[in-house]
């Protein structure tokens, strides 16, 4: 079926470090791609997304290209700040009136000053 | 402000008990969901709605049950069929129509068997 993997964290940086967090996805068809963010306590907000291959989401620093050929939509921030800190999900949609959007695991990120 | 209001934010159940969980959105989407979500692990789909008075079931919906009168609205009832209700709960909903549409969440809502 369809599927993300993320990485496993959690991941520790220090401020200014470069962040990356692999996500890669299995499916049928040719999904849309997400990444949401959540912040301690809170619900899952949209970071960015991309409806089709090549395309590059990106929002408050934060950065994804989906590529087709290696089925990836790896997250990028060059600098990450100590707001930066939550937890950051790979979701994938088949179609635009798919109901389901399947999730990855999560990935813990904790940003230090 | 439009937006998704989940309530209560935290709640505790004795075992047996059922407990319902409010979902109210005014942004005017058909289609709303209900997701768990579990430490470590991702959200898994439990019900979901593409239109009023009709649902149906996600990937875990065994010891939930949904109504969707209104538009607006989308409770969720756990009921005491359901052995591990211990988790977070997100409320979502998106507007079906269009394309490259996107899901919105509530900001959730504790549940704690005591």
């Known amino acids: 079926g369809d599927s993300v993997t993320q990485m496993e964290g959690p991941v520790t940086l220090s401020e200014e470090a470069f962040l990356t967090i692999n996500c890669t996805y299995t499916?049928?068809?040719?999904?849309?791609l997400f990444w949401y963010v959540q912040y301690p306590g809170e619900g899952l907000q949209l970071l960015l997304k991309a409806t089709k291959a090549d395309d590059k989401g990106s929002n408050k620093g934060f950065e994804a290209t989906y590529r087709k050929e290696t089925t990836s939509f790896h997250l990028e921030k060059g600098s990450v700040q100590v707001s930066d800190s939550a937890v950051y999900f790979c979701a994938l949609r088949l179609g635009s009136n798919d109901y389901k959007l399947s999730f990855g695991a999560g990935t813990t990120v904790t940003v230090r000053a | 402000d439009g937006g998704i209001t989940q309530s209560p934010k935290y709640l505790f159940r004795k075992e047996g008990q059922n407990v319902t969980l409010s979902c109210e959105q005014n942004l005017n989407h058909d289609a709303m969901y209900w997701y768990r979500q579990d430490p470590g692990q991702g959200l898994r789909l439990i019900y979901y709605s593409q239109i009023v008075n009709d649902f149906q079931k996600g990937d875990i919906a065994e010891g939930y049950s949904v109504s969707r009168e209104k538009k607006e609205s989308f409770p969720l009832t756990v009921t005491s069929a359901q052995k591990n209700p211990t988790a977070f709960y997100l409320c979502?909903?998106?507007?079906?129509?269009?394309?490259?549409?996107?899901?919105?969440f509530g900001e959730g809502s504790w549940l704690t068997v005591v």
């Open positions: 499916a049928t068809g040719y999904p849309s």
């Open positions: 979502a909903s998106r507007n079906s129509r269009g394309t490259g549409n996107t899901i919105y």
